[in-house]
């Protein structure tokens, strides 16, 4: 089985991003990355794939909405472009997977509102296959908060998609849901193509209230110095195509928390950590 491909989520840069991209991209190119996952994937995508080319870095994986018509932005809602828009731009960048990264709390609550979801997804599906793209989705806490079946509106979720839909599962958010996250990724098995690997104190969930999201307060940590098993959750998913460091706000300076996350993962993953 081989070794996952580190990468590392832009998010946490958002602010260097905004300030020196160039900046930034030399010094994750630095750090060892050769992969990154964009967020912004709509904002320019020929010049962010010109910047990635310019300091040898790739995005395999790139996070866009395209389950929504329309999301909330700066107290407005503003619409989405059609999927076509949104699998070219995924394409400029050399992307293979396209993740939606979250549908709002209100259509998990709701069997009929999970079943169009999953057909949104399946659909998107056949517009990605024919650009040579595969599409899938990435979970926070919302998707656990409602029991259909037996199971979590997530799990019947999964469950209603198409074999060629993949999960990036972010097992922090899954752990602050309740879930036992190793046994998770073991029942959802190798349909979880990529991981969002961060760490830090379980806290209350920041989405079960309105205005609950404040990236400051929750206190994550680099992998390996929270409350998550993460070499146990590494294990759990040895088919993983991509692991993708993660932080909502990086402790301290996001360069050197990142660094510490890629180094506990590089030694689990080498066999070196338990």
Not at 129 to 158: C, K, P
Not at 249 to 273: H, K, L, M, N, Y
């Amino acid at each position: 089985m081989s070794v996952p491909r580190l990468s590392v989520q832009l998010y946490p840069f958002r602010e260097q991003l905004a300030a020196d991209p160039d900046a930034t991209f030399a010094r994750l190119a630095g750090l060892g990355f050769d992969a990154v996952e964009p967020f912004a994937l709509l904002d320019r995508p020929a010049e962010l794939a010109a910047r990635l080319a310019r300091h040898g870095l790739s995005a395999p994986s790139v996070q866009a909405p395209f389950l929504s018509d329309d999301i909330e932005f700066g107290g407005h809602r503003v619409p989405l472009p059609p999927l076509s828009v949104t699998v070219g731009a995924a394409r400029s960048v050399g992307a293979e997977i396209l993740l939606d990264p979250m549908v709002p709390a209100d259509r998990w609550r709701d069997r009929d509102e999970v079943a169009r979801t999953a057909d949104r997804l399946n659909d998107a599906a056949d517009t990605a296959a024919a650009a040579g793209l595969r599409v899938g989705y990435h979970n926070h806490t919302v998707e656990f908060s409602t029991t259909i079946d037996g199971a979590s509106a997530y799990e019947h979720f999964v469950s209603l998609l198409d074999p060629r839909v993949v999960l990036e599962v972010d097992v922090y958010w899954a752990a602050v849901a309740g879930q036992d996250v190793p046994a998770l990724l073991r029942r959802l098995g190798d349909r979880v193509r990529a991981l969002h690997v961060k760490d830090g104190p379980l806290v209350a969930d920041p989405f079960a209230t309105a205005g609950g999201y404040d990236p400051a307060s929750f206190g994550q940590l680099p992998a390996g110095q929270g409350e998550l098993p993460v070499a146990q959750i590494l294990a759990a998913v040895p088919h993983a195509e991509l692991d993708v460091i993660e932080f909502d706000r990086a402790p301290g300076d996001p360069f050197e928390a990142v660094a510490a996350s890629a180094r506990f993962v590089r030694e689990v993953r080498a066999g070196g950590a338990v």
